[in-house]
């Protein structure tokens, strides 16, 4: 199977088109049934929807089926799956995955390489479950389709994360998260051998290998309300994956010489409409806010913390707490010991006392946001005060003071150069 490679300021979809056909004629099999696994609608600007719809049209007439690489989130609406893929793809090619039941076992990552990733700080083995219909529904090929952007949990996003835990089970979803958490996130964000991805790479080499499966990566970089496709990387080699990589570390990260006293991110309502998903506010700025600043989170889509039921009760039981106080109560609490990515996730949204962070929302109460730790502020009056409708990205004075404006979090890392320049 041979790899492509596209780069340019501003690629063409046209040109992207072409691309694909030619990559599809040089494999050497019949294409009678083809699964497509893109991510959902909270990643809108990786592009894979454009490109998933692409593939569903050139494909035909094999039988395409769409599976959207949820992870714990929850299913997209028939409107979603129209805004994202395109309303000329039919509700019935599309699967939904269901992270707690719809998936099958396809090896287990021992404990004693998780304890050596990890420098020794966890040992557990790690059950690989993905979505069934990937081992099970007699696929021709699989062609995983997503962004290459930093990633608080993995390091940079994509790849096999796509199918081990965008399509995987609840075992490697809670040991992954937490495993990265325990390491800490600001040693493998926006660099590639974290020990979390060094757990997929055991899963792609060991349990993925035989799979008609291959990888179509994005780089993307958005400036104001569009996007530009700035890399195309196809084919199934980890190379595609480290050139991807080595792009999106020069087109999304935003490196600054200080810390910034005050950071007001917004949460775009059609793809953050909870804190499982907001708190990416939190990820990607944490390395570039100075202690004692504060992180300001205009959330107009935000009514809930989990994704999921059970998560949402147990991020309101416990809150976003300090690091530590989460590993205590995670010793002390079952049913935070049997649900570690959200264990992970409270460590992950929590500043751990360093600075401050305020959700400025309309469809929570101030007792909910004040009962995980967080502080409140009205979502109408963080409008009046600081119009983020007038801001740029970046520096802005609002009445003598200096806030740091991102109108979206998941399209990069915002961190200080001492952390990637030595």
């Not at 205590?328 to 609490?333: D, F, N, P, R, S």
């Not at 992970?344 to 007792?367: P, W």
Request: hydrophobic residues 40%.
């Amino acid at each position: 199977m041979k790899s492509r490679v596209l780069t340019g300021d501003a690629l063409d979809m046209q040109v992207v088109e072409e691309v694909l056909q030619e990559w599809l004629q040089t494999l050497e099999m019949p294409l009678r049934r083809v699964l497509l696994v893109p991510p959902d609608g909270t990643r809108a600007h990786s592009l894979a929807g454009p490109i998933a719809n692409i593939l569903y049209r050139i494909l035909q007439p094999a039988e395409v089926k769409i599976l959207p690489a949820l992870g714990t989130h929850v299913p997209m609406t028939q409107e979603e799956k129209e805004r994202i893929f395109g309303a000329d793809i039919p509700p019935e090619a599309y699967i939904d995955h269901r992270w707690r039941t719809d998936v099958t076992r396809i090896g287990v990552v021992p404990g004693s390489f998780v304890e050596e990733v990890s420098e020794g700080l966890l040992d557990y083995s790690i059950a690989v479950d993905i979505n069934r219909e990937i081992i099970e529904g007699g696929f021709d090929l699989i062609l995983s389709i997503g962004q290459v952007v930093p990633h608080e949990v993995v390091g940079m996003a994509n790849y096999t994360k796509n199918i081990v835990v965008g399509c995987g089970g609840k075992e490697i979803i809670d040991k992954s998260h937490f495993l990265g958490a325990v390491y800490g996130m600001e040693k493998l964000m926006g660099r590639d051998h974290s020990p979390v991805r060094k757990v997929f790479d055991y899963a792609e080499e060991n349990f993925l290998s035989q799979m008609p499966l291959a990888y179509i990566l994005t780089v993307t970089e958005t400036m104001g309300e569009e996007t530009f496709l700035k890399g195309l990387f196809v084919g199934r080699e980890r190379e595609v994956f480290e050139q991807a990589v080595s792009l999106s570390q020069q087109c999304n990260l935003d490196l600054l010489d200080q810390p910034l006293q005050k950071v007001l991110v917004y949460l775009d309502p059609r793809e953050f409409k909870s804190t499982w998903l907001g708190n990416k506010a939190v990820y990607r700025t944490r390395m570039a806010i100075a202690d004692g600043g504060e992180l300001i989170i205009l959330a107009p889509g935000v009514r809930m913390f989990g994704e999921d039921p059970e998560i949402d009760r147990l991020i309101r039981s416990f809150g976003y707490q300090h690091r530590l106080d989460v590993l205590e109560a995670v010793k002390a609490e079952p049913a935070l010991a049997e649900n570690l990515s959200a264990a992970a996730h409270m460590i992950h949204g929590s500043s751990d006392g360093r600075f401050k962070i305020t959700y400025a929302v309309q469809h929570l109460t101030e007792g909910e946001v004040k009962g995980v730790h967080f502080n409140y502020l009205p979502y109408e009056q963080a409008c009046r005060q600081y119009k983020p409708q007038e801001l740029q990205n970046g520096c802005n004075t609002i009445l003598g003071e200096e806030v740091f404006y991102i109108s979206n979090p998941a399209l990069g890392l915002w961190a200080l150069k001492e952390h990637f320049i030595a």
